[in-house]
């Protein structure tokens, strides 16, 4: 099959390079000039700059030039095209949750003006792999009559990889969802999905556009209510009873076959560049059509709330005056094995405590500094003007007063003894993840340990 793929970025570099594993021959397109030339040189750090995936890399070095192409001039590739999956950014609009559709209408017309112009007569489906509002495909459908394209046929196929293990789950993924109006897509689409069709664990489900659409937006934001729940309910009982284990008590609830232990994690909150938009976006979805969105609407603010409320308790239960102080923070990108930082904890949180009258940030990543300079940019708040960079862990703790963990990065755990060794009591120590393992020791010797799920531990 020939293959385009709009738009390079998480979802659209990974979905390439997979399919160009499976000997498809795949154009990756995209409008910015820097990552199409970052990827065609094949170097890993110049791809890794962009997205940083495991994998990822040893897949485009095969197939670079054999069966995986990068342009920026989509007319150049179009003939001969079977699909094009659009794999564009579809953000959050800041003021109600909609979704901002700019750039994915300005990438559609561009492709719709070319593809009216195709000289070959091959049917051709235009796929949305990004997450859109049920109606979108429908909508796409209309951009295509407008421009008068020929012989084509719109789809939705979801995308449901999670950052971080993108690869693996491009090559084994749980589900594969395929809407379409017509079997002649539908055809195409298992062409081009044959390793997937008829597989023993993969389930690979063919339906309506609209309901794939709305297959993406349950599963995130059922994902993201499971994630609040933990936190809104789990961890707050820990908190306030004294003798309740929330490790126990986790352990206890998910050892039911029924209930996964993904999401059970509690923590500073769920980040990304999905749940929180993907639940914003229903929201605003089901009151367009008159649907009460409580239930929504509580997740999406326990997650929010979630994010800050550390900094609340380390003022009400440990008695910690933010003013003037320096506070490392560890860890910024919003889950570990990645460098994205699109609504990372680690902004509301920096954001709070700056706002509380912070001197200092010491803040470090092991792979998100880079990013973490254009989140935290002066010219979006003059305080970040604040915030330090460092290299490791040790550095940042250096001459602060208090810690916080926003990032479950697995270097943390050994964490007890950095901490021993660059800051002496009194001390705060503010665990968002959960990652110290032997936080007695550490209260013993003097160190106040406020977690996530605990009451907090003052030494004796
Ligand atoms: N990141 C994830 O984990 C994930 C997972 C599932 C679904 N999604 C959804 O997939 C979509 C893409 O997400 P992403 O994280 O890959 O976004 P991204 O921002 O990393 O990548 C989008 C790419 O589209 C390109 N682009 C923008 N306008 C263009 C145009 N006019 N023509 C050509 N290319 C253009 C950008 O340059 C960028 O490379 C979104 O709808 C998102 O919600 C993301
Ligand atoms: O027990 C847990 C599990 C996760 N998280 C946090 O939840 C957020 C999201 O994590 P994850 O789901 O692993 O990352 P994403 O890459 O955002 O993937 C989600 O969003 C994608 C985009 O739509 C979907 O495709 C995926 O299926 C969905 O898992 C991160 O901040 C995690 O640290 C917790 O706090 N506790």
């Not at 910015?32 to 700059?49: M, R, W």
């Not at 559609?108 to 009216?116: G, L, N, P, T």
Request: include cysteine; hydrophobic fraction near 40%.
């Amino acid at each position: 099959m020939k293959i385009i793929v709009a738009g390079t970025g998480y979802v659209g570099l990974v979905h390439a390079a997979v399919c160009s594993e499976y000997g498809h021959e795949v154009y990756a397109y995209d409008n910015d000039v820097n990552k199409i030339n970052a990827f065609s040189n094949g170097q890993a750090e110049e791809i890794e700059k962009y997205v940083n995936e495991p994998g990822l890399v040893n897949i485009i070095k095969e197939t670079l030039g054999k069966y995986l192409f990068f342009s920026t001039d989509l007319g150049a590739i179009i003939e001969g095209a079977d699909a094009i999956f659009l794999c564009l950014p579809t953000p959050p609009n800041p003021n109600d949750g909609s979704t901002n559709l700019v750039f994915y209408d300005a990438a559609v017309e561009d492709i719709a003006e070319i593809a009216a112009k195709r000289n070959d007569e091959n049917r051709i489906v235009f796929v949305n792999k990004s997450t859109v509002p049920i109606g979108t495909a429908r909508h796409l459908q209309d951009i295509m009559n407008a421009h008068e394209v020929k012989n084509f046929g719109v789809s939705s196929n979801p995308e449901f990889l999670a950052e971080g293990t993108a690869v693996e789950q491009a090559r084994k993924p749980d589900r594969v969802v395929v809407g379409c109006d017509h079997e002649s897509d539908f055809k195409i689409l298992r062409r081009v999905y044959s390793q997937f069709v008829n597989h023993v664990r993969i389930k690979y489900i063919e339906t309506t556009p609209e309901t794939a659409e709305a297959i993406k937006y349950v599963a995130n934001t059922m994902l993201l209510t499971y994630i609040s729940f933990w936190n809104g309910v789990g961890a707050k009982i820990g908190e306030r009873f004294p003798n309740v284990k929330i490790d126990d008590l986790r352990l206890g609830v998910t050892s039911d076959d029924r209930i996964s232990t993904w999401g059970s994690f509690v923590s500073n909150g769920a980040g990304g560049s999905c749940f929180g938009k993907d639940i914003a976006s229903l929201i605003y979805q089901l009151r367009s059509v008159n649907v009460s969105t409580k239930m929504l609407e509580a997740s999406y603010e326990v997650n929010e709330y979630q994010k800050v409320y550390l900094v609340e308790r380390a003022i009400a239960e440990a008695g910690f005056k933010f003013n003037n102080k320096t506070v490392a923070v560890l860890g910024l990108a919003f889950k570990k094995h990645t460098n994205d930082m699109r609504d990372a904890s680690s902004i509301k949180l920096i954001e709070s405590l700056l706002g509380k009258g912070v001197a200092k940030v010491k803040a470090y990543d092991p792979l998100a500094i880079e990013s973490a300079k254009h989140a935290f940019s002066p010219s979006k708040n003059i305080l970040f003007e604040k915030i330090e960079y460092y290299e490791t862990a040790k550095e940042a703790i250096e001459g602060s007063h208090a810690l916080f963990i926003s990032t479950d990065w697995e270097e943390f755990r050994g964490l007890s003894r950095t901490i021993e060794e660059a800051a002496r009591p009194p001390y705060l120590v503010m665990d968002g993840r959960r990652m110290i393992p032997d936080f007695e020791d550490i209260v013993t010797k003097g160190y106040t340990y406020l977690a996530v799920g605990a009451m907090v531990m003052k030494p004796e």
